[in-house]
């Protein structure tokens, strides 16, 4: 049996947890989120106790798809992992973890849901298919809309397989509308920029792309990444043919945007965000762009290529430890103008997610609960800017 820790396949599932009361109530056992995919291949358990506990797994009788990182220990512990296999099928399965606390015991239940469908295809772009749906945190709510799909990139974390980015890509304007992707010290890796533009975006038919490799050939205009080159420097092999810093480059993460936008305040940004990130457990990010109803240029290639009107980011930190809530929100837009390259972003140019899904009529970080997306959505904490 292989296991991996993070995502490498299709489909989604939901994680239930429950709770039978021990008689000594010496310790708690339960999983730290509720909802995984069916390609996450770990999550994590959180034992509470004040003494000594041992963890044991029940199957209910089906053959086993799942395996403790460690199965004893002392004290409180919140990074338990227990690495599952993807499950490709349609049917649900679930698992038991118990544990015994020296005669009291606890236990939470997993149920790993099968795979759901994929965005309908549009049948005036061949070729423009979906990846099955996931329900990573980052994602905005998706539906079906012409001409567009969303994919998924991965890369190599030494040993490991996890999510580089997500994009909802609109072929008739040829961009991405938004990219979302998570982001931690873990995630950026350390390295320097290549700037190799000679890629295409394995996933997304090479005529729906636009042509990158030597700008765009018009105007004041940069091409502007959505995940910043900066955000990811993990390589998957030596000689950087599959480099997760190198997918950054693809024409699909590009964006026809104003010079003085891209290399002074919104470049500032990034920069703050990077810094966020290492501030908490994951910083999830959603960066989008709002195409324009008319304004195209034409790049080297001769293809029509939207000019967005704005450009957007929605910022949703998690930290499991803070006293100020586990999940805080924030949001910026700018139009895709000119600025003055000394312009730094400040609290002012900030606002909540609640405004930024009302002015552009998306739902972001749908699967926060109720209760976690009042905390989050609906005003900007004081965290951000101290």
């Not at 996890?162 to 979302?180: C, P, T």
């Not at 998957?236 to 997918?247: E, G, P, Q, S, V």
């Not at 790049?299 to 949703?316: F, I, Q, T």
């Amino acid at each position: 049996m292989q296991f991996r820790l993070l995502t490498f396949a299709a489909v989604s599932f939901m994680l239930l947890y429950s709770c039978s009361s021990g008689s000594g109530g010496r310790g708690t056992v339960s999983f730290r989120t509720d909802v995984i995919e069916s390609g996450d291949n770990s999550v994590f358990i959180q034992v509470a106790a004040d003494g000594d506990w041992t963890l044991g797994l029940d199957f209910g009788g089906e053959a086993e798809w799942a395996q403790l990182q460690r199965v004893s220990g002392t004290g409180s512990s919140n990074s338990i992992i227990l690495f599952c296999e993807t499950n490709w099928s349609r049917a649900s399965r679930s698992l038991t973890v118990t544990a015994d606390f020296g005669g009291n015991t606890d236990s939470a239940v997993l149920t790993q849901l099968g795979a759901e469908e994929t965005l309908e295809p549009d049948p005036e772009y061949p070729g423009l298919e979906s990846d099955p749906l996931r329900t990573w945190m980052e994602l905005p709510e998706m539906r079906s809309e012409d001409g567009c799909a969303w994919v998924y990139h991965d890369m190599r974390i030494g040993d490991r397989t996890v999510r580089n980015y997500s994009i909802f890509y609109d072929a008739a304007n040829m961009l991405s509308r938004w990219v979302a992707y998570p982001l931690n010290a873990g995630l950026i890796g350390s390295g320097s920029r290549h700037d190799q533009f000679e890629a295409i975006d394995p996933k997304i038919p090479a005529e729906y792309q636009p042509y990158t490799a030597e700008g765009w050939g018009v105007g004041s205009y940069d091409r502007g990444h959505q995940l910043p080159a900066a955000d990811r420097y993990h390589t998957y092999d030596a000689d950087r043919t599959l480099d997760a810093h190198r997918a950054t480059f693809y024409p699909t993460n590009m964006t026809v945007q104003s010079r003085s936008l891209n290399q002074g305040i919104w470049q500032n940004l990034e920069e703050k965000v990077r810094a966020w990130s290492g501030q908490c457990d994951t910083l999830y990010v959603v960066t989008g762009c709002v195409p324009s109803e008319s304004d195209f240029i034409t790049d080297r290639a001769g293809n029509r290529v939207n000019r967005p009107e704005g450009y957007y980011k929605a910022l949703l930190r998690y930290s499991r430890s803070s006293s100020m809530g586990q999940y805080l929100g924030i949001a910026f837009y700018f139009a895709n103008e000119t600025y003055s390259r000394d312009a730094k972003v400040d609290a002012s140019m900030s606002m909540t997610i609640d405004a930024l899904e009302e002015k552009l009529g998306m739902n972001f970080f749908p699967r926060l609960t109720d209760e976690q997306e009042t905390a989050a959505e609906a005003s900007v904490s004081d965290w951000w800017w101290n």
